[in-house]
């Protein structure tokens, strides 16, 4: 059974339209061209316009890049997730360096540091790899000129440092930002992009909601991070980005903002940060109108 059976019914839709700036449609149950284009119509209705597929592994780095060509309105982003490091090869970095390479791989990512399941799995790969391989998609994002797309849990010290160290690209994303106001400032103060997904809206994420209210609107992405981390009021049910209007009204309110001027920026950050135009219109891909789309 795909992991979307039980959704929530859909939430009403927004006034204006927004990107899911980072989901894992195959975790989602959307494996082939109709599930991904059923879960992309679903969105669609309620003005989720465009979403970036992401890769945790390298089977699903070649299926995002895949899936991109599916649908007008997937991108991908590729790399090696931090808790599956232990094991990268030099085979595993030339393909998803040629895989990055493509024209609809609009990140590199997630990659990052992972110290909540070191602790938790011995599996997990150690620090030491997850730094390794964090290092290397660092110079990756670089070489290629894409943002890059972090995960952190656990390590917001070691993040920040081995960033500096290499010297960030020059666009980073914070996926899912986890941090306090604290580091929320000292990302702010860098110029990178922090991306709130549904845990901004569990009332007990009293840190990250003081947080969320310091980002200034150029810094602000949202996303679902489906199927994970579905937000309140359906926590703990099936996620997909049909659901990112619930984070977004959420958020607006915590900001003390408009919903439509939190999507349409959030929106035009997304834009500009991915390197694509409009989702409801052509863009620099080549992608045709998808705003009538049945």
Not at 63 to 72: E, I, R, T
Not at 97 to 113: I, M, N
Not at 130 to 142: C, F, P, S
Not at 240 to 261: F, I, K, S
Request: with cysteine; hydrophobic share 40%.
């Amino acid at each position: 059974m795909p992991l979307t059976s039980g959704l929530p019914l859909p939430p009403q839709a927004l006034p204006a339209t927004v990107v899911d700036a980072h989901t894992h449609l195959d975790a989602c149950g959307a494996t082939d061209p109709a599930g991904v284009r059923e879960a992309l119509d679903r969105a669609a209705a309620v003005g989720v316009a465009a979403v970036v597929t992401v890769a945790d592994d390298m089977a699903s780095a070649r299926w995002v890049v895949q899936a991109s060509g599916w649908d007008d309105r997937v991108f991908a982003a590729v790399a090696l997730h931090p808790t599956r490091t232990a094991t990268m090869t030099d085979a595993d970095r030339a393909e998803l360096e040629q895989l990055a390479r493509h024209p609809r791989v609009v990140a590199v990512g997630e990659t990052g540091l992972d110290y909540y399941w070191t602790q938790r799995d011995p599996r997990c790969s150690p620090p030491e790899a997850q730094q390794e391989a964090y290092r290397w998609h660092i110079d990756l994002a670089k070489r290629l000129g894409k943002p890059l797309m972090i995960h952190d849990r656990d390590a917001h010290g070691d993040v920040l440092a081995v960033l500096e160290q290499e010297g960030p690209p020059q666009t980073v994303i914070f996926h899912c930002f986890s941090g306090d106001a604290a580091m929320a400032r000292i990302c702010v103060d860098a110029g990178y992009v922090l991306s709130f997904s549904g845990t901004v809206t569990f009332r007990n994420a009293r840190t990250l909601r003081e947080a969320a209210v310091l980002v200034p609107d150029g810094q602000l992405l949202v996303e679902t991070d489906a199927p994970f981390l579905t937000p309140h009021p359906h926590r703990g049910k099936p996620n997909e980005p049909v659901n990112l209007p619930y984070t977004v009204r959420d958020l607006a309110a915590l900001r003390g903002q408009d919903v439509a001027e939190l999507a349409a920026s959030s929106c035009a950050n997304a834009e500009r940060v991915f390197g694509f135009g409009h989702p409801a219109t052509k863009n620099q891909f080549g992608a045709t109108d998808t705003a009538g789309r049945s």
